[in-house]
């Protein structure tokens, strides 16, 4: 491992929660827990229900701030969508969606959003939870065969990160193939071939531990329980019962028009580059999806509220592990943030935010066309941190960066 291309390479990793991850060296960020988890309680203060009026002032603290961010991050572009019942509407964009043609970035466009994937994925399969044909405490061993431990990790593990299998996207052989060839077509068995040469991390349930792997085995449980393929079950299944109308699972580099060109620096060089049009198929049930900006902002409260779910099962969904002192959680593929519920995403050139606030009904989108690090912490986060300080500060998002990168750890 050369020290110098690591310490440039800073992803967004466990700690940002994003889709794509150091490779073996790293060291994963992982807390000790509680034996349980915590089921989500709504707030019932006069603070925690007191969204602005999202006038006119207020609109122009938040175009400083998101501009503040985008500077200061250097961030082409960026679409923001801020809105709750009876508050009003912040719908803005910013900057280019492509660098060589300065064409502006704009709420139409079709972005990648990553790791967001994973609220369909784990979605899909809590649907086949209430329908009977899965059990969120079933061993995975039941529906895939040679996974490590698959007797002892349960689709509940794997859901909620907490299986200790390792990230297949933190594997140095797999980060050397896709930057040297990143229209390379992956297979699921093949992610998951780099997830297997490691040895089991922790006890299933005993931690937490934000991992691809996760979700990929997910997704093969879903597909040999559907008797479909993933992407055709999420679209049938999952987004076209939500209403989302621009939402689609790609089996391969295609990027319907228009779209954002995304801007990265997940690259062998550590130059930042135009990653368009890699191929997100070694993302698959973990972060290969595509959206716009307004099926996000329906997809938000469909989330949190369980709208796709029975009651049961989102409460299930809802109780989640803590994962700092904060009082963030991860529950089974979404997290709570401060009271923020939903997913952020990243994977290269691109990174975006979905969250929703029960207590007011409101809901924050932000898209951006670049995975590019501040300082070790995602745009997305700062951007998501930025707009929540103004508009709900007793509730700000925020996702600590990871720790510093040394000789030793490689970066993070």
Not at 97 to 103: E, P
Not at 295 to 323: F, H, I, N
Not at 372 to 384: H, I
Request: proline share 8%.
């Amino acid at each position: 491992m050369r020290y110098s291309f690591e310490r440039r390479r800073v992803c967004a990793g466990v700690a940002a929660l994003g889709l794509f991850v150091a490779p073996l060296g790293a060291g994963a960020a992982v807390a000790a827990e509680p034996p349980g988890p915590v089921p989500y309680a709504y707030a019932t203060s006069a603070a925690a229900t007191d969204f602005p009026q999202l006038t006119p002032a207020v609109a122009a603290e938040l175009d400083t701030a998101v501009q503040d961010v985008m500077r200061d991050a250097k961030v082409p572009g960026v679409m923001v969508a801020l809105s709750a019942p009876g508050k009003g509407t912040y719908l803005r964009s910013f900057g280019v969606s492509d660098k060589s043609t300065g064409a502006a970035m704009n709420p139409a466009l079709f972005m990648r959003i990553g790791s967001e994937t994973k609220t369909f994925t784990v979605t899909a399969l809590l649907q086949l939870v209430d329908e009977g044909k899965v059990g969120l405490d079933d061993p995975v061993s039941q529906y895939v065969d040679g996974v490590p431990s698959g007797d002892r990790i349960t689709l509940r593990n794997l859901a909620a990160m907490r299986s200790g299998l390792f990230n297949y996207s933190a594997d140095q052989g797999f980060y050397e193939a896709l930057t040297s060839n990143p229209g390379r077509q992956w297979t699921p068995r093949e992610l998951l071939d780099h997830s297997f040469r490691h040895p089991v991390q922790f006890l299933p349930g005993e931690e937490f531990q934000y991992s691809n792997t996760n979700t990929v085995l997910l997704g093969l449980v879903v597909e040999k329980v559907s008797g479909m393929p993933l992407d055709e079950y999420v679209e049938k299944e999952v987004a076209v019962p939500a209403g989302l109308r621009h939402t689609l699972f790609p089996t391969n580099a295609a990027f319907p028009s228009p779209h954002a060109h995304g801007y990265t620096e997940q690259t062998a060089s550590g130059a930042v580059e135009d990653a368009t049009d890699w191929n997100p198929s070694w993302g698959w049930a973990a972060g290969a999806m595509i959206s716009d900006l307004q099926d996000m902002r329906t997809w938000a409260k469909v989330l949190a509220t369980g709208t796709l779910l029975s009651p049961e099962t989102q409460a299930e969904r809802l109780k989640v592990y803590p994962t700092s002192t904060d009082g963030s959680g991860y529950g089974l593929g979404l997290f709570n943030i401060q009271g923020w519920i939903g997913h952020n995403g990243s994977l290269p050139g691109y990174q975006s935010l979905t969250v929703y606030l029960p207590e007011s009904e409101a809901t924050l989108v932000v898209l951006l066309n670049s995975d590019v690090t501040k300082d070790g912490t995602a745009p997305s986060t700062l951007l998501g941190r930025a707009i929540t300080e103004i508009v709900t500060p007793d509730h700000v998002y925020d996702i600590p960066a990871p720790p510093a990168a040394s000789p030793s750890s490689g970066g993070s």
